[in-house]
Protein backbone atom coordinates (compact mmCIF):
# COMPACT_ATOMS: atom_id res chain seq x y z
CA UNK A 1 0.00 0.00 0.00
CA UNK A 2 1.07 3.27 -0.53
CA UNK A 3 1.24 6.36 1.66
CA UNK A 4 2.64 9.79 2.18
CA UNK A 5 4.88 11.51 5.03
CA UNK A 6 4.79 15.75 5.06
CA UNK A 7 7.27 16.66 7.77
CA UNK A 8 5.65 20.04 9.38
CA UNK A 9 2.10 20.48 9.38
CA UNK A 10 2.84 23.95 9.84
CA UNK A 11 5.44 26.01 8.24
CA UNK A 12 6.11 29.96 8.78
CA UNK A 13 8.90 32.14 6.10
CA UNK A 14 8.85 35.56 5.24
CA UNK A 15 8.56 37.18 2.34
CA UNK A 16 10.90 37.13 0.06
CA UNK A 17 12.59 33.69 1.74
CA UNK A 18 12.63 30.14 0.46
CA UNK A 19 10.04 27.66 0.64
CA UNK A 20 10.59 23.83 1.22
CA UNK A 21 7.85 21.60 1.76
CA UNK A 22 8.64 18.14 2.60
CA UNK A 23 7.17 15.06 0.80
CA UNK A 24 8.12 11.48 1.46
CA UNK A 25 6.12 8.31 -0.21
CA UNK A 26 6.51 4.85 0.59
CA UNK A 27 5.72 2.66 -2.52
CA UNK A 28 6.60 -0.63 -3.81
CA UNK A 29 7.53 1.34 -7.08
CA UNK A 30 7.90 4.63 -7.57
CA UNK A 31 4.23 6.03 -7.99
CA UNK A 32 3.18 9.11 -9.76
CA UNK A 33 3.65 12.46 -7.87
CA UNK A 34 1.84 15.53 -7.78
CA UNK A 35 1.41 18.63 -5.62
CA UNK A 36 -2.00 20.55 -4.55
CA UNK A 37 -2.67 23.65 -3.54
CA UNK A 38 -5.51 24.64 -1.38
CA UNK A 39 -6.53 27.96 -0.80
CA UNK A 40 -9.08 29.18 2.42
CA UNK A 41 -12.13 28.42 0.63
CA UNK A 42 -11.56 26.48 -2.31
CA UNK A 43 -11.10 23.40 -3.46
CA UNK A 44 -7.07 21.55 -4.58
CA UNK A 45 -5.74 23.22 -7.31
CA UNK A 46 -2.79 20.68 -9.14
CA UNK A 47 0.43 22.78 -8.72
CA UNK A 48 2.62 20.36 -10.63
CA UNK A 49 2.74 16.60 -11.23
CA UNK A 50 6.17 14.47 -12.32
CA UNK A 51 5.44 11.14 -14.18
CA UNK A 52 8.48 10.33 -16.29
CA UNK A 53 11.35 11.95 -17.62
CA UNK A 54 13.14 14.93 -15.96
CA UNK A 55 13.26 14.62 -12.09
CA UNK A 56 12.90 18.14 -11.85
CA UNK A 57 9.22 19.51 -12.49
CA UNK A 58 7.98 22.86 -12.73
CA UNK A 59 4.69 23.91 -11.85
CA UNK A 60 2.61 27.37 -11.53
CA UNK A 61 2.83 29.99 -9.24
CA UNK A 62 6.90 29.76 -9.45
CA UNK A 63 7.01 26.31 -7.44
CA UNK A 64 9.28 23.75 -8.46
CA UNK A 65 9.67 20.00 -7.18
CA UNK A 66 11.94 17.73 -7.51
CA UNK A 67 11.69 13.55 -7.68
CA UNK A 68 14.81 12.12 -5.66
CA UNK A 69 14.03 8.09 -5.99
CA UNK A 70 17.02 6.85 -4.20
CA UNK A 71 15.11 9.60 -0.85
CA UNK A 72 11.68 8.47 -2.05
CA UNK A 73 10.97 12.04 -1.82
CA UNK A 74 8.96 14.76 -3.82
CA UNK A 75 9.93 18.44 -1.73
CA UNK A 76 8.23 21.57 -3.00
CA UNK A 77 10.23 24.81 -3.45
CA UNK A 78 9.69 28.13 -4.06
CA UNK A 79 13.06 30.67 -4.24
CA UNK A 80 11.06 33.60 -2.83
CA UNK A 81 8.12 33.71 -1.16
CA UNK A 82 4.97 35.68 -1.71
CA UNK A 83 2.20 36.60 0.85
CA UNK A 84 -0.39 35.31 -1.95
CA UNK A 85 1.35 31.98 -1.67
CA UNK A 86 -0.63 31.33 2.11
CA UNK A 87 -2.46 28.69 1.71
CA UNK A 88 -2.62 24.34 2.30
CA UNK A 89 -0.28 22.12 0.27
CA UNK A 90 -0.93 19.02 -0.60
CA UNK A 91 1.41 16.11 -1.94
CA UNK A 92 -0.48 13.03 -3.52
CA UNK A 93 0.56 9.73 -5.26
CA UNK A 94 -0.99 7.43 -7.79
CA UNK A 95 -0.09 3.81 -8.56
CA UNK A 96 1.42 3.81 -12.35
CA UNK A 97 -0.38 0.93 -13.05
CA UNK A 98 -3.89 0.96 -12.28
CA UNK A 99 -6.80 1.78 -14.36
CA UNK A 100 -10.17 2.84 -14.21
CA UNK A 101 -9.46 6.64 -12.98
CA UNK A 102 -6.95 8.41 -10.74
CA UNK A 103 -7.25 7.21 -7.17
CA UNK A 104 -4.78 9.76 -5.35
CA UNK A 105 -3.46 9.08 -1.40
CA UNK A 106 -2.70 12.01 0.05
CA UNK A 107 -0.31 13.52 2.59
CA UNK A 108 -1.74 15.09 5.47
CA UNK A 109 -0.92 18.77 4.26
CA UNK A 110 1.03 21.40 5.29
CA UNK A 111 -0.19 24.77 5.86
CA UNK A 112 1.93 27.77 4.49
CA UNK A 113 2.32 31.27 6.70
CA UNK A 114 3.98 34.14 5.13
CA UNK A 115 4.94 36.64 7.34
CA UNK A 116 6.09 40.60 6.40
CA UNK B 1 -11.15 28.22 -17.03
CA UNK B 2 -14.11 25.45 -16.97
CA UNK B 3 -14.36 24.32 -13.01
CA UNK B 4 -16.40 21.94 -10.94
CA UNK B 5 -18.94 22.65 -9.16
CA UNK B 6 -21.04 21.87 -5.89
CA UNK B 7 -23.84 22.29 -4.20
CA UNK B 8 -24.53 22.87 -1.50
CA UNK B 9 -21.45 24.74 0.33
CA UNK B 10 -22.90 23.79 3.57
CA UNK B 11 -24.96 21.05 4.52
CA UNK B 12 -26.29 20.63 8.51
CA UNK B 13 -28.38 17.63 8.73
CA UNK B 14 -29.22 15.14 11.54
CA UNK B 15 -28.07 12.35 12.29
CA UNK B 16 -30.54 9.00 10.54
CA UNK B 17 -31.25 11.36 7.84
CA UNK B 18 -30.64 11.03 4.19
CA UNK B 19 -28.13 13.49 2.31
CA UNK B 20 -27.57 14.38 -1.10
CA UNK B 21 -23.82 16.05 -2.45
CA UNK B 22 -24.44 17.45 -6.20
CA UNK B 23 -21.69 18.08 -8.13
CA UNK B 24 -21.45 19.43 -11.90
CA UNK B 25 -17.90 18.16 -13.34
CA UNK B 26 -16.17 19.70 -15.76
CA UNK B 27 -18.49 18.93 -19.44
CA UNK B 28 -15.62 17.26 -21.41
CA UNK B 29 -14.16 15.02 -18.31
CA UNK B 30 -15.17 11.17 -18.26
CA UNK B 31 -13.74 10.25 -14.67
CA UNK B 32 -15.86 11.22 -11.48
CA UNK B 33 -14.65 11.48 -7.92
CA UNK B 34 -15.56 11.59 -4.64
CA UNK B 35 -13.03 12.55 -1.84
CA UNK B 36 -13.68 13.07 1.51
CA UNK B 37 -11.69 15.12 4.31
CA UNK B 38 -12.57 14.73 7.85
CA UNK B 39 -11.46 17.69 10.00
CA UNK B 40 -8.00 17.52 10.94
CA UNK B 41 -7.24 14.08 8.75
CA UNK B 42 -6.21 13.11 5.39
CA UNK B 43 -8.21 13.70 1.93
CA UNK B 44 -9.47 10.32 1.50
CA UNK B 45 -10.64 8.66 -1.54
CA UNK B 46 -14.15 7.37 -1.54
CA UNK B 47 -15.16 6.26 -4.75
CA UNK B 48 -14.42 6.72 -9.02
CA UNK B 49 -16.85 6.61 -11.21
CA UNK B 50 -16.81 6.23 -15.49
CA UNK B 51 -19.30 5.35 -17.83
CA UNK B 52 -22.10 5.08 -15.26
CA UNK B 53 -20.12 2.34 -12.65
CA UNK B 54 -18.36 2.55 -9.97
CA UNK B 55 -14.40 2.12 -11.36
CA UNK B 56 -13.30 1.76 -8.00
CA UNK B 57 -14.43 2.18 -3.99
CA UNK B 58 -12.43 2.31 -0.87
CA UNK B 59 -13.45 0.68 2.01
CA UNK B 60 -14.98 3.65 4.06
CA UNK B 61 -17.54 3.40 0.72
CA UNK B 62 -19.68 0.84 1.93
CA UNK B 63 -23.39 0.39 1.93
CA UNK B 64 -24.44 3.39 3.22
CA UNK B 65 -23.24 5.47 0.21
CA UNK B 66 -24.24 5.31 -3.54
CA UNK B 67 -23.28 7.60 -6.49
CA UNK B 68 -25.27 8.09 -9.68
CA UNK B 69 -24.79 10.03 -12.83
CA UNK B 70 -28.77 11.28 -13.28
CA UNK B 71 -28.29 13.04 -16.55
CA UNK B 72 -25.53 14.04 -19.00
CA UNK B 73 -24.34 16.67 -16.25
CA UNK B 74 -24.54 15.81 -12.65
CA UNK B 75 -22.85 13.62 -10.43
CA UNK B 76 -24.19 13.01 -6.98
CA UNK B 77 -22.90 11.44 -3.77
CA UNK B 78 -25.69 10.03 -1.50
CA UNK B 79 -25.58 8.96 2.62
CA UNK B 80 -28.54 6.94 3.46
CA UNK B 81 -28.23 7.29 6.73
CA UNK B 82 -25.58 10.21 8.40
CA UNK B 83 -23.54 9.23 11.22
CA UNK B 84 -21.81 11.59 13.18
CA UNK B 85 -18.65 10.29 11.20
CA UNK B 86 -19.81 11.65 8.14
CA UNK B 87 -19.08 15.04 9.06
CA UNK B 88 -16.37 16.18 6.75
CA UNK B 89 -15.32 17.97 3.87
CA UNK B 90 -16.93 16.05 0.28
CA UNK B 91 -14.90 17.14 -2.54
CA UNK B 92 -16.14 16.24 -6.10
CA UNK B 93 -13.20 15.89 -8.90
CA UNK B 94 -13.10 14.90 -12.45
CA UNK B 95 -10.85 14.21 -15.17
CA UNK B 96 -10.51 13.75 -18.53
CA UNK B 97 -8.92 10.49 -18.76
CA UNK B 98 -8.38 7.30 -16.71
CA UNK B 99 -4.99 7.39 -16.68
CA UNK B 100 -3.32 7.99 -13.11
CA UNK B 101 -1.22 10.52 -14.21
CA UNK B 102 -4.30 12.06 -15.60
CA UNK B 103 -4.67 15.85 -13.17
CA UNK B 104 -8.08 15.75 -11.10
CA UNK B 105 -9.87 19.01 -10.78
CA UNK B 106 -11.34 19.30 -7.58
CA UNK B 107 -14.66 21.34 -6.52
CA UNK B 108 -14.62 23.73 -3.64
CA UNK B 109 -16.37 20.87 -1.45
CA UNK B 110 -19.14 20.64 0.67
CA UNK B 111 -19.15 20.66 4.13
CA UNK B 112 -21.22 18.10 5.88
CA UNK B 113 -22.23 18.45 9.54
CA UNK B 114 -23.86 15.94 11.21
CA UNK B 115 -26.11 16.86 14.22
Known amino acids: AQSVTQLGSHVSVSEGALVLLRCNYS??????LFWYVQYPNQGLQLLLKYTTGATLVKGINGFEAEFKKSETSFHLTKPSAHMSDAAEYFCAVSDRFTGGGNKLTFGTGTQLKVEL | EPEVTQTPSHQVTQMGQEVILRCVPISNHLYFYWYRQILGQKVEFLVSFYNNEISEKSEIFDDQFSVERPDGSNFTLKIRSTKLEDSAMYFC?????????????FGNGTRLTVT
Open chain 1, 27 to 32: SSVPPY
Open chain 2, 93 to 105: ASSEEGTSNSPLH
